[in-house]
């Protein structure tokens, strides 16, 4: 594939009300929820590119800001940051707001990468264009070396099963 897309052409936002349901007893949303709906959206940048199926691989950093409560609005803005030969990388910010304030916080960033399950595909580069797309993409290849790395060194390699 010779094309290429803009990061906004992959961006998806998605917002959600947080309900008693979705919390854990500290009162905060639960993490595994969150990463739930947060692959979710993802997968959905992931797709904007993709000639062909993708699984999510791995979620390769995830940084929990601030807590998320009930009442509050989590919005989930993904992108593409990254493209390789068969897999990709996207950007995740979640961004809360005090439905009762009107306050608006940062709760979380994340990487998710994701793979071609076509092993001939290909995939298209994509290009940044705003100052925040430029900063997160040119991180792309460092981040992918430093997993590659982890990888290769897993530390329960040896276990047995």
Not at 5 to 15: A, V
Not at 104 to 114: D, R, S
């Amino acid at each position: 594939m010779s094309q290429s897309f803009t990061c906004h052409d992959t961006r998806i936002t998605s917002s959600y009300r947080l309900l008693a349901s979705d919390l854990n007893e500290h009162n905060t949303v639960y993490g595994g929820h969150l990463l739930s709906i947060l692959d979710g959206v993802a997968s959905l940048s992931a797709s904007r590119i993709a000639p062909s199926q993708m699984v999510t691989a791995a979620v390769d950093h995830y940084d929990f800001i601030h807590p998320f409560t009930l009442n509050d609005m989590l919005t989930i803005t993904t992108y593409v940051s990254g493209v390789g030969t068969r897999s990709l990388e996207v950007f995740a910010k979640l961004t809360g707001e005090r439905l009762d304030t009107h306050k608006h916080f940062l709760g979380g960033t994340a990487f998710l990468t994701f793979v071609l399950l076509d092993q001939a595909a290909t995939l298209p580069a994509v290009v940044p264009q705003t100052t925040e797309e430029r900063a997160i993409c040119a991180g792309y290849f460092d981040r992918k070396q430093k997993q590659q790395a982890y990888r290769e060194n897993l530390p329960w390699s040896t276990l047995e099963i």
